[in-house]
Structure formats: C-alpha cells, structure tokens
C-alpha cells in the first residue's frame, strides 16, 4: 500500500511541475515538450529524483496510448477545409517522403557509425516521421498566422505519417531477426492494409461515432467518455486486423469533428485537456525512461545523424514532394525547418528494444538526441523562421467566447450564446442591422441581472450576453460576428489592394506593366488563380512584372482582394535584416532574467 501511495504521490507531483513549467517556458519561450522531456529526465535515475524506470513494455502500451488520444484530438480539430487543400501533398509527404528520409539518414548513420544497411535503415526509419504532439502544439501555440496551405500540410501530415514509419520498422526489425517478409505482392498488401485499412476503418468508425452520439439519450458528461471510448476500439480493433490504428483513431476525430453532433464542446473541451494530459505522461514517461549519462559515447554520432535529417533528408524529402504541387521555395523551406520530431521516433525506438535486437539500446539514444536537438533547434524557431521567410500572416480574429446549447437535432438548428466582448464587430452597428447570415436570429439579450427586450436594444454593449437561433450552415458567420478583432498588419500584404473583379489590364496600365493579351482580359482573381495553378489561400504571391500580387481575402473560395507589393525585394531585405535584432533582443531579455 505504502508503495502504491508513494507512486500515485511521485505521479501527481511530476504532472502539476509539468503544468507549473509551462508559465517558465512561456516566459523563455521554450517548446512546452521539451520542458515535460528534460523534467522526466531529471526525475529520472540521473537526476534529482533518482526514478530507476526502464520497462520497454509500459513505455509501449503508455506511449501508443497517448499517441491514440492526441491524434484524435488533433483530428477533431483540422478543419475540412484545411484538409480539402492540403491532403494531397500532406500524403505524398507522410507516404514518399518518410521513405526518402529514412533512406538519406540511413546512409548518414551508415558512414557515420559503420553500422550494416539494415541497421542504418532502421535506424534512418525510426526518426523519420514528423511528430503529431509537437506539430500540433507548436503551431498552434506559437502565436504566428501561417499560411493555411502551410500549416495545414505540417499537421495532417503529421496526423497521418506514422502508419509508414512503423511499417518500415516492423519491416526492417522482421529482416534483422531473420524472417521472411515474404514476396513484394505480400509486401505491398501489407502496406495496402496498413493505410487503406486503416484509412477504411477511421471513417467507418467516425461515422459509426457520430450516428451513436447523435441517437443515444445518456447524460451530457457521458458523451464524451463514449467518444474516447469508441475511438480506441477503432484504434485497438484496426491494430488487432494488421491495419493502422494511428491514422484510423486520427481520420475518426477528423469525421467527428467536422459533423454537427450532441455535446459538441463538452466532447472538444474534455479532449483537449485529455490530449494535454497524454502529452505530460508521455513526454515524462520518455524522459524517465533515458540515462542521460549512458547518451555521451552516443552524442557525436547522433549530432550528426540530426543535421543531416534536419539539413539534407528532410528538405530533399520536401523538394521532391512539394515541389509537384507548386510550393514556392520559402514555403518548401519552412516545411523542411518545420519537420519537428517529438515522441513518435522515441516511441519507435522501443521496438528494437522489445524485438531483442543486438545493440538495439544504441536506436533508442539516437533517436532521443535527435528529439532533443530538433525540439531545441526547430521546435524553439518556428515563429522566427515563419516571420524571416515571409509566411507569417496577421493573426485571424481570436475565438468567439460562445457557449452551444443542445437541442434536438431535428429541428436543424444551432441554439448558443454569446459573450460581447469589448472588440467583437457586433458593437459597429445597432442591433437590428446585424448581418447575422440567412435564417439565424437573436432571441434574447441579458444585460447584467436583465433580460432585455430585443425589440427595444439600440447597440449591444461589451459585457451582454447574446442567445442566437441559427442553420449549421451559417453558425461559422456569427462567430465571426461575436470574435474578437485583431490589428491587421496591411503591410503583409503589401502597400495597396483591389477587388478581385478588377481587370488585370487596368492594373498593368496603372502601374505600367506588361501582359500577354490572353491575360489582360482576365479579373485579378482569374489571373492570379491561373498562374498559381491551383486553389488559392490568403498569402498566396504571384509575381508580376517586378511587383507581387498577394491574395488578401477570399469569398466562397474565390480571390475577393488582392493586395501589391511594389518592391518586393525590399521586403525581403527587410526580413532578413531584421533576424540579426531579433536575435539580439532575445539574447538581451535572457541576459536581463535572474
């Protein structure tokens, strides 16, 4: 008993210094999992705590347990519309190009370690997937507004690589020990059954999800338990079949998520705080599980096995992926910087481990150096590196503070309520002139301790509480409505802007630029749309005559403004010169800390 307590004590302790070091690494602005890694470390058999923990076992069934619950996490929250322009390239990334690192980093750590080429491969094919955990937090706790084309294909990309990073370990593992993988027609079902499997098994599994939910009376608190629960069986069930558990529990939080459904915040609010909670254990738990003392006869090999995956395999991974797809070079640039490893290759690491492989300790302290490099190097420049290469955009208006209301799904309506804040776009103009989109109304206004009249209220003022009665499909136009507003940074997209209707020729006359006569009849919509070759999302540039086009808005996926930047590569200059005083000012505000 005496045991029992002292652990669930060391446990508890190790989570709340997880969650009070997150005010410190916001203040130095250190990544949140390097913060939860290095304090598993200390609590660890060479730190402070003195933890004597290798248990491969645990640190697997922990570990593929948290990864579960953060990919569906992340799945509830990547919007269809992120996926709809990002998929492709984010599979030819999560499929290919984890093929093409591991193969370039596996050559590296063969003439850096003179290990066979089985060996190297594994080696290669363990830190060869972006992790889910740390794309997901960084980007979207960086503060930065990335480029959606960019930021959307980081992340599903990294919701849906790990399939063929284990297969590839499994894979190489099976030929080390001696077995036959049998003939490429096998090989390739396999694969087949790995992704398609998996992909077939989450939307059948989300569907069946969100038919439950929607159908079954239970108590509100519940709902949110038999998500988790149904997931993990989709998870467990597509692992137990040979298929991949990750990306099915991953694409059934991505159906979830983009369908109207019962108890929606409880669910996304309960699983937020529980993909946190995933996120401490594991990183702990990783931490725990390294001695840091048994990594220095291990730290040359490993530091150069990192750069060559950070500088050479990544980024030709990308160039060879993207490139297709018609991603500029600093987009491509940032994709490569940006292929942070986190607790995926660790994890990984543990199966040579399991497997009995000879030496299969010197896979696991590689690839955690590798980790703590990238998550230092990359992880602590995300936003540097967005604002440097141009792809940082103003920052979208912040979340409406809104409160849903369950009611029966047949009446196909959406009944919430919403905090006027002091910078919504609902305090511009009186109440009866609100554009509040087709079929939605407001039914009521609490002011204080008063229900007010509708009828009788002028303007909202900050501090009402508005109840709203709208289609799903207008919802998205009063959040807008009730989000609080953000300073806009016009010169991002650059000194002035047109309407997307405007003629091109009437612009090059203006500004004195040459067009082909088949593009001077075209609106700048069409002529940007066509040199683009592709859907467009706000920050797109085109180049045009020595000057940059830049898509400034978009409605119903057309090109609504259109912002000029004349001098194009002043701004450049100016971006790059800045990097120096940003350096500098950080380097300035540590030196002033205690």
Avoid: K
């Amino acid at each position: 008993m005496a045991f029992s307590d002292h652990l669930i004590l060391v446990g508890a302790v190790l989570v709340l210094l997880s969650i009070l070091a997150s005010f410190v690494s916001a203040r130095f602005g250190a990544p949140l999992l390097l913060v939860f890694l290095v304090l598993g470390m200390l609590a660890g058999e060479d730190g402070p705590g003195g933890i004597a923990f290798d248990n491969f076992h645990a640190a697997y069934l922990i570990g593929s347990l948290a990864l579960a619950v953060i990919l569906f996490d992340g799945g509830l929250r990547t919007r269809r519309e992120s996926f709809r322009v990002a998929r492709w390239p984010a599979l030819l990334l999560a499929t290919l190009g984890v093929l093409v690192t591991a193969a370039i980093t596996g050559l590296a750590a063969a003439w850096v370690t003179g290990l066979g080429g089985l060996e190297s491969f594994l080696l290669g094919a363990i830190v060869a997937s972006t992790d889910a955990a740390a794309v997901f937090l960084l980007l979207r706790g960086s503060g930065i507004g990335l480029q959606r084309r960019v930021g959307a294909t980081l992340e599903i990309e990294s919701g849906i690589n790990d399939p063929m990073a284990v297969f590839l370990c499994l894979l190489t593992v099976e030929l080390l020990l001696g077995q036959q993988p049998g003939t490429v027609g096998n090989l390739f079902l396999r694969f087949a059954l790995q992704i398609g499997g998996g992909a077939v098994i989450g939307v059948a599994g989300g569907y069946a999800l969100l038919g439950l939910i929607n159908r079954l009376e239970i108590a509100g608190g519940l709902y949110a338990i038999l998500a988790s629960a149904i997931a993990l069986v989709v998870f467990a069930g597509a692992q137990t079949v040979g298929a991949s558990g990750f990306l099915a529990i991953y694409l059934v939080g991505l159906v979830l998520g983009n369908h109207r459904h019962r108890a929606a915040q409880l669910i996304d609010r309960f699983h937020d705080g529980l993909a946190w909670l995933s996120q401490i254990v594991m990183f702990l738990m990783l931490g725990l599980l390294v001695t840091p003392s048994g990594l220095l006869a291990r730290l040359p090999a490993a530091l150069l096995i990192a750069a060559v995956l950070m500088l050479v395999a990544r980024p030709a991974a990308v160039v060879l992926c993207l490139a297709p797809f018609r991603f500029g070079r600093r987009e491509m640039a940032f994709v490569s910087w940006v292929g942070l490893r986190g607790a995926v290759p660790i994890f990984l690491a543990t199966m040579p481990v399991l497997a009995g492989l000879p030496g299969a300790r010197f896979y696991f302290d590689v690839a955690f150096v590798v980790v703590l490099i990238s998550l230092v190097c990359q992880g602590w420049t995300v936003a540097l590196a967005a604002r440097s290469l141009d792809l940082d955009l103003p920052a979208e208006a912040g979340p409406a503070s809104r409160t849903d209301i369950d009611i029966p799904l047949a009446v196909d309506r959406d009944l919430a309520g919403y905090r006027v804040g002091r910078l919504c776009p609902a305090l511009d103009h009186d109440l009866a002139d609100l554009r509040l989109g087709a079929g939605a109304r407001i039914v009521g206004v609490l002011r204080g301790d008063t229900a007010l009249d509708v009828t009788a209220v002028g303007r909202l003022q900050p501090g009402d509480y508005v109840l709203t009665v709208a289609p799903p499909e207008v919802a998205h136009q009063l959040d807008r409505l009730f989000a609080a507003r953000t300073r806009v940074d016009t010169g991002v997209f650059g000194e002035f802007s047109f309407a997307g209707d405007v003629s091109a020729g009437s612009l090059a006359d203006s500004y004195g630029l040459t067009l082909a006569d088949t593009e001077r009849g075209l609106t700048l919509d069409g002529l940007v749309g066509s040199r683009l070759g592709r859907n467009p999302v706000i920050g797109d540039r085109v180049a045009l005559a020595g000057i940059e086009l830049v898509v400034r808005d978009l409605a119903d996926g057309r090109i609504a403004r259109v912002g000029v930047e004349l001098d194009p590569p002043a701004r450049r200059r100016r971006g790059l010169a800045a990097l120096p005083a940003r350096l500098g000012a950080v380097a300035r505000r540590r030196g002033r800390r205690p």
